[in-house]
């Protein structure tokens, strides 16, 4: 299965060690595996629950762990930017109403956040599956009606998401905020 296909560019490679724990994406843990071969710049490849980066043969000599850290930082942008847009526009269909505008980016320990008729997504969900994902959005969506945590919020929420409660122990487990 190809989830993301991508050629990467990529910086000097810094000399560190190569280890590297199992790469979560959607739910799922994925090995990583590096091969060298003759290619001018990084390619990523996913499949049997492998990330697979493929590096130009110059960099055998040297360590890899930035690169690495690299790929996979653009290989979750690439994920977020497919599975958010997929998110928001599932939660416009089911609520019939939508923000302005939406950003993928890096909001540290908040998963989302909502101001201006704008929403905001941390492209981290995109480690879990995509029921989660689809929660911190249809979250969000229901503070362009709620700015606050109120009961109507609540009300709107569990409408669409019976199962709210769960979602938001989980965020609290995982050490997010929503
Ligand atoms: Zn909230």
Known sequence: M???KKNITVKAPVR???ERHPVPVLGIDYKVK????NIKIAELDVEN???KISLPNKYKKTSNTKILDLAIEKMYEQIAKVEIERAMEKVRIE???A???YEIKNIGKKLGFCEDNKITVN???VMF???FIDYVVLHQYCHLKYKTHAKSFFKLLEKHEPNYKKFDTMIKELNYIN
């Open 123 to 125: 492209p981290e969900v």
């Open 16 to 18: 560190s060690n190569l």
């Open 99 to 101: 923000p302005e505008d």
């Open 129 to 131: 599956h995509r029921d």
């Open 34 to 37: 590096i091969e060298y071969r």
């Open 95 to 97: 609520l019939g109403f």
């Open 2 to 4: 190809n989830i993301v």
């Open 49 to 51: 629950k492998t990330i």
